[in-house]
């Protein structure tokens, strides 16, 4: 720290991404990326209009403007997945900024915000970037949420929707009980992992006018590098972000993102191609760890939490480091001992339900001696 920075700056608690290695060449299932590259649509785009006759393709050579403020493309093709209306929808920089947004908008000392005690770490971090009081809610035993400790709570309050880093989802109802019994605040839905296997809440829009619902490009869609979300809602709560966004940074999406997020979002086929081959290596994956004795959360998302028989999390995580695997952990206490597995393709998640027999049997060879 410098002597400079200001004192509510050092109380800022920055959110500690997964690691991207840039030289060893890891099997790399620790930040839920998508391991299939984004729709032919999106290089169509981007390369519209490039042949040998011009040296730049035309929309690189555009990058000299500024993107659309509005961003009309892009919300016009999101506003068109959902069959909502354009005004109901903005965009953002990632759906972290998207959150940023929202939390600046709804949450403040008087506005406080509720969240599970296990789910996305940025929650907390954008609390404490923004000064925002917040409750955290433990889950169960199983980790599953008890939708009670949610209901009439007084509070905002933000819930991922499959949960991170658990996978477990949610039904639509009790989203929507959540919504109807907290009338005077705002409930979030975080649904980065819902085209996985969960039912996305755009669907209760209609019915309560407190709910907004964000989702990024970054999983299902394979934009990660783009850095695309959004948020769908009534458009009074879109109009409070719009006010964040444009006090924040009014080209918040750049030109190429912006084309790239159209272009991916028109096609759908892809996408639910991508993601039913992901479900089914999930399931694959799934039932190789049970077969080894590990307990694995019934997860609706692109990974599975998961806890070894016969390692702790931290010796499991640094052994499959070693062979050259990434996964992610965390050192608090309730899930020290497990691991957050990224569903890669089927042949990396071969590798690593191999290589995990092999670890298993090393252990167990090792204990017996
Ligand atoms: C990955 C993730 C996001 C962030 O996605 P970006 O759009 O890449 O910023 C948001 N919420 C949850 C729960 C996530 O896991």
């Known amino acids: 720290m410098s002597r400079f920075l200001c004192r509510s700056g050092e109380a800022i608690s920055p959110y500690t991404p997964g690691e991207q290695p840039r030289e060893r060449k890891f099997i790399k299932l620790n930040t839920n990326e998508c391991p299939y590259p984004p729709s032919p649509r999106v290089a169509e785009a981007i390369l519209a209009g490039f042949d040998a006759a011009s040296p730049v393709p035309p929309e690189i050579a555009s990058l000299r403007l500024y993107s659309d403020p509005e961003e009309k493309v892009l919300i016009n093709a999101i506003a068109g997945f959902y069959g909502v209306e354009e005004e109901q929808v903005i965009a953002g920089n990632g759906s972290d900024e998207i959150l940023a947004f929202a939390f600046r908008a709804f949450c403040d000392a008087d506005a406080p915000l509720q969240f599970a005690d296990l789910t996305y770490g940025f929650y907390p971090a954008l609390c404490s970037l923004f000064g925002i ?19 009439n709570c007084g509070r905002n309050v933000i819930i991922a ?18 919504a109807v019994s907290n009338p005077e605040h705002v409930v979030m839905v975080d649904e980065a992992y819902v085209d996985f296997g969960g039912e996305s809440a755009v669907h209760l829009l209609d019915r309560c006018e407190n709910l907004l619902v964000i989702q990024t490009f970054s999983k299902s869609r394979s934009l990660a590098g783009c850095r695309i979300g959004f948020a769908i809602g009534n458009r009074d709560l879109i109009a409070d972000m719009q006010r964040i966004r444009c006090s924040f940074n009014p080209y918040n999406v750049n ?20 993601t039913a081959r992901i479900r089914r290596t999930r399931e694959k994956t799934s039932e190789g760890l049970k077969n080894l004795g590990f307990t694995v959360l019934d997860s609706r998302a692109n990974f599975l939490f998961a806890k070894c028989p016969v390692m ?58």
């Open 161 to 178: 929707n499959p949960n991170a880093p658990t996978g477990i989802a949610l039904p639509l109802s009790a989203i929507e009980e959540i």
């Open 255 to 274: 030109r190429l993102s912006i084309l790239a997020g159209a272009a991916a979002m028109k096609d759908r086929e892809y996408m639910e191609q991508c």
């Open 312 to 369: 702790s999390g931290k010796e499991y995580f640094l052994k499959l480091r070693e062979a050259g695997i990434l996964v992610r952990r965390w050192d608090m206490e309730r899930i020290c001992d497990y691991v957050r597995i990224s569903i890669g393709s089927e042949e990396d998640m071969e590798i690593f339900l191999k290589t995990t027999k092999e670890l298993v049997a090393q252990k167990e060879g090792a204990e017996n001696e």
């Open 133 to 151: 009081p917040y409750v955290t809610v433990p889950l169960e035993e199983d980790f599953t949420l008890d939708i009670e400790k949610y209901k």
